[in-house]
Protein backbone atom coordinates (compact mmCIF):
# COMPACT_ATOMS: atom_id res chain seq x y z
CA UNK A 1 0.00 0.00 0.00
CA UNK A 2 3.06 2.57 1.17
CA UNK A 3 4.50 1.48 -2.30
CA UNK A 4 1.37 2.70 -4.39
CA UNK A 5 1.15 5.37 -2.30
CA UNK A 6 4.72 6.56 -3.48
CA UNK A 7 3.77 5.88 -7.05
CA UNK A 8 0.86 7.58 -7.04
CA UNK A 9 2.89 10.83 -5.68
CA UNK A 10 5.38 10.63 -7.77
CA UNK A 11 3.05 10.80 -10.75
CA UNK A 12 0.88 13.72 -9.36
CA UNK A 13 3.41 16.22 -8.24
CA UNK A 14 5.02 16.76 -11.45
CA UNK A 15 1.75 17.39 -12.60
CA UNK A 16 0.71 19.64 -9.97
CA UNK A 17 4.02 21.46 -10.88
CA UNK A 18 2.84 21.85 -14.04
CA UNK A 19 -0.65 22.82 -13.62
CA UNK A 20 0.98 25.61 -10.83
CA UNK A 21 3.57 26.89 -13.56
CA UNK A 22 1.43 27.50 -16.63
CA UNK A 23 0.95 30.90 -17.51
CA UNK A 24 -2.05 32.11 -19.76
CA UNK A 25 -0.55 33.46 -22.87
CA UNK A 26 -1.59 37.32 -23.91
CA UNK A 27 -4.34 37.57 -26.04
CA UNK A 28 -3.70 38.80 -29.87
CA UNK A 29 -3.50 42.02 -30.38
CA UNK A 30 -6.76 43.22 -32.56
CA UNK A 31 -4.39 45.05 -35.62
CA UNK A 32 -7.65 45.62 -37.66
CA UNK A 33 -7.29 49.62 -36.88
CA UNK A 34 -3.47 49.48 -37.92
CA UNK A 35 -4.12 47.77 -40.57
CA UNK A 36 -6.54 49.83 -42.26
CA UNK A 37 -4.79 53.17 -41.46
CA UNK A 38 -1.13 51.47 -43.10
CA UNK A 39 0.84 54.37 -41.32
CA UNK A 40 4.03 55.23 -43.47
CA UNK A 41 5.59 58.23 -41.19
CA UNK A 42 5.38 58.81 -37.28
CA UNK A 43 6.15 61.54 -35.59
CA UNK A 44 7.62 60.82 -32.13
CA UNK A 45 6.17 63.17 -29.25
CA UNK A 46 8.29 63.90 -26.26
CA UNK A 47 7.88 60.95 -23.70
CA UNK A 48 5.95 61.44 -20.65
CA UNK A 49 8.00 61.55 -17.46
CA UNK A 50 6.24 59.67 -14.37
CA UNK A 51 9.18 58.68 -12.80
CA UNK A 52 11.55 61.02 -10.49
CA UNK A 53 14.62 61.33 -12.83
CA UNK A 54 14.56 64.33 -14.85
CA UNK A 55 16.96 62.18 -17.79
CA UNK A 56 13.77 59.95 -18.55
CA UNK A 57 11.89 62.55 -21.09
CA UNK A 58 15.07 62.88 -23.12
CA UNK A 59 16.84 59.69 -22.83
CA UNK A 60 13.87 57.55 -23.81
CA UNK A 61 13.53 60.13 -26.92
CA UNK A 62 16.84 59.65 -28.07
CA UNK A 63 16.50 55.73 -28.23
CA UNK A 64 13.19 55.33 -29.96
CA UNK A 65 13.81 56.16 -33.57
CA UNK A 66 15.94 53.25 -34.32
CA UNK A 67 13.62 50.39 -33.42
CA UNK A 68 11.12 52.43 -35.70
CA UNK A 69 13.05 52.66 -38.30
CA UNK A 70 14.28 49.18 -38.33
CA UNK A 71 10.50 48.47 -38.53
CA UNK A 72 10.25 49.49 -41.42
CA UNK A 73 8.75 53.72 -40.53
CA UNK A 74 9.95 56.58 -41.49
CA UNK A 75 10.71 58.25 -38.45
CA UNK A 76 10.71 62.51 -38.59
CA UNK A 77 14.01 63.32 -36.27
CA UNK A 78 13.40 63.74 -32.65
CA UNK A 79 15.28 66.75 -32.16
CA UNK A 80 13.71 68.89 -34.78
CA UNK A 81 9.86 67.72 -33.64
CA UNK A 82 11.04 68.80 -29.79
CA UNK A 83 12.12 71.93 -31.22
CA UNK A 84 9.05 72.43 -33.30
CA UNK A 85 7.03 72.40 -29.98
CA UNK A 86 9.34 75.04 -28.21
CA UNK A 87 9.45 77.31 -30.74
CA UNK A 88 5.50 77.24 -30.42
CA UNK A 89 5.29 77.54 -27.15
CA UNK A 90 5.25 74.20 -25.84
CA UNK A 91 8.36 72.69 -23.89
CA UNK A 92 5.97 70.27 -21.64
CA UNK A 93 5.63 66.68 -22.75
CA UNK A 94 2.03 66.68 -21.09
CA UNK A 95 0.79 69.70 -22.67
CA UNK A 96 2.29 68.52 -25.99
CA UNK A 97 0.01 65.11 -25.10
CA UNK A 98 -2.99 67.00 -25.30
CA UNK A 99 -2.31 68.61 -28.38
CA UNK A 100 -4.88 67.30 -30.94
CA UNK A 101 -3.97 64.34 -32.97
CA UNK A 102 -5.49 67.06 -36.25
CA UNK A 103 -3.51 69.71 -35.28
CA UNK A 104 -0.27 67.52 -34.98
CA UNK A 105 -0.86 66.10 -38.44
CA UNK A 106 -1.16 69.71 -39.99
CA UNK A 107 2.16 70.33 -38.71
CA UNK A 108 4.27 67.74 -39.09
CA UNK A 109 2.18 65.80 -41.94
CA UNK A 110 3.39 62.36 -40.59
CA UNK A 111 0.42 59.80 -40.59
CA UNK A 112 0.36 58.83 -37.16
CA UNK A 113 1.84 59.63 -33.69
CA UNK A 114 3.84 58.11 -31.12
CA UNK A 115 3.14 58.36 -27.46
CA UNK A 116 5.34 57.37 -25.01
CA UNK A 117 4.94 57.35 -21.40
CA UNK A 118 7.68 56.41 -18.56
CA UNK A 119 6.56 54.84 -15.64
CA UNK A 120 9.79 54.03 -14.14
CA UNK A 121 13.21 54.87 -14.89
CA UNK A 122 16.65 55.65 -12.50
CA UNK A 123 18.53 53.38 -10.33
CA UNK A 124 17.85 52.43 -6.71
CA UNK A 125 20.44 51.19 -4.23
CA UNK A 126 20.63 48.77 -1.30
CA UNK A 127 23.32 47.42 0.72
CA UNK A 128 24.85 45.21 -1.14
CA UNK A 129 23.62 45.97 -4.97
CA UNK A 130 21.88 48.86 -7.40
CA UNK A 131 19.34 47.99 -9.91
CA UNK A 132 18.64 50.20 -13.02
CA UNK A 133 15.76 50.02 -14.51
CA UNK A 134 13.17 51.09 -17.11
CA UNK A 135 9.83 50.72 -17.83
CA UNK A 136 7.94 52.46 -20.89
CA UNK A 137 3.82 52.30 -22.18
CA UNK A 138 3.15 53.68 -25.49
CA UNK A 139 0.77 54.16 -28.17
CA UNK A 140 0.49 54.64 -31.85
CA UNK A 141 -2.77 57.05 -32.87
CA UNK A 142 -3.80 58.34 -36.31
CA UNK A 143 -3.35 61.70 -36.45
CA UNK A 144 -6.21 61.73 -39.19
CA UNK A 145 -8.38 59.94 -37.51
CA UNK A 146 -7.70 59.92 -33.89
CA UNK A 147 -7.73 56.32 -33.78
CA UNK A 148 -5.53 54.05 -31.02
CA UNK A 149 -3.64 52.04 -33.57
CA UNK A 150 -1.73 50.08 -31.30
CA UNK A 151 -0.35 50.11 -27.38
CA UNK A 152 2.16 48.42 -25.56
CA UNK A 153 4.47 48.08 -22.50
CA UNK A 154 8.05 47.04 -22.07
CA UNK A 155 10.58 47.06 -19.12
CA UNK A 156 14.29 45.71 -18.82
CA UNK A 157 16.25 45.71 -15.89
CA UNK A 158 20.14 45.73 -15.29
CA UNK A 159 19.60 42.48 -13.10
CA UNK A 160 17.76 40.69 -15.40
CA UNK A 161 21.56 38.69 -15.79
CA UNK A 162 21.73 37.78 -12.73
CA UNK A 163 24.98 39.68 -11.70
CA UNK A 164 25.56 37.95 -8.46
CA UNK A 165 29.16 37.56 -8.88
CA UNK A 166 30.36 35.58 -5.29
CA UNK A 167 33.60 36.90 -3.49
CA UNK A 168 31.12 36.84 -0.29
CA UNK A 169 29.91 39.82 1.83
CA UNK A 170 32.90 41.73 1.62
CA UNK A 171 33.19 41.88 -2.18
CA UNK A 172 29.72 42.06 -2.59
CA UNK A 173 30.42 45.53 -0.06
CA UNK A 174 32.76 46.78 -2.21
CA UNK A 175 31.18 45.92 -5.59
CA UNK A 176 28.15 47.67 -4.58
CA UNK A 177 29.91 50.45 -3.72
CA UNK A 178 31.99 50.96 -7.20
CA UNK A 179 28.54 50.86 -8.82
CA UNK A 180 27.25 53.56 -6.80
CA UNK A 181 29.95 55.46 -7.75
CA UNK A 182 29.89 55.17 -11.44
CA UNK A 183 26.15 55.46 -11.05
CA UNK A 184 26.76 58.58 -9.64
CA UNK A 185 28.51 60.03 -11.86
CA UNK A 186 26.93 58.15 -15.43
CA UNK A 187 22.97 58.34 -16.33
CA UNK A 188 23.45 54.07 -16.11
CA UNK A 189 19.62 53.96 -16.75
CA UNK A 190 20.34 55.31 -20.21
CA UNK A 191 21.35 51.81 -22.04
CA UNK A 192 18.93 50.29 -20.72
CA UNK A 193 16.32 52.45 -21.63
CA UNK A 194 17.24 51.66 -25.45
CA UNK A 195 16.88 47.91 -24.30
CA UNK A 196 12.85 48.84 -23.26
CA UNK A 197 12.85 50.80 -26.25
CA UNK A 198 13.57 48.14 -28.66
CA UNK A 199 11.44 45.66 -26.40
CA UNK A 200 8.82 47.93 -27.05
CA UNK A 201 8.87 49.20 -30.44
CA UNK A 202 10.89 46.76 -32.58
CA UNK A 203 8.47 45.21 -35.57
CA UNK A 204 7.66 41.36 -35.70
CA UNK A 205 7.29 40.91 -31.92
CA UNK A 206 4.16 38.98 -30.01
CA UNK A 207 1.68 41.78 -29.80
CA UNK A 208 3.98 44.13 -30.57
CA UNK A 209 4.50 46.68 -33.69
CA UNK A 210 3.89 45.40 -37.05
CA UNK A 211 6.37 45.97 -39.82
CA UNK A 212 5.97 49.36 -41.65
CA UNK A 213 6.51 49.43 -45.91
CA UNK A 214 10.37 49.87 -45.79
CA UNK A 215 10.72 46.63 -43.97
CA UNK A 216 11.29 43.64 -46.03
CA UNK A 217 8.84 41.76 -43.74
CA UNK A 218 6.46 44.59 -44.36
CA UNK A 219 3.03 42.55 -45.44
CA UNK A 220 0.04 44.52 -47.12
CA UNK A 221 -3.06 42.87 -45.58
Known amino acids: M ?3 TV ?10 LAVGCATKPAAPYDYT ?5 KPRSIVVLPPLNNSPDVKATYSMLSQVSYPLAEAGYYVLPVALVDETFKQNGLSNSAEIHAVAPAKIQEIFGADAALYVTVSNYGTTYAVIDSVSAVTADAKLVDLKSGALLWAG ?5 SNEGGNNGGGGLIGALVA ?11 DAAHPIAGVTSNRLLAGGRN ?3 LYGPRSANYKEN
Open 176 to 186: AAVKQIINTAT
Open 7 to 16: KLAACLIPAL
Open 2 to 4: LKK
Open 153 to 157: SATAS
Open 207 to 209: NGM
Open 33 to 37: AFKLS
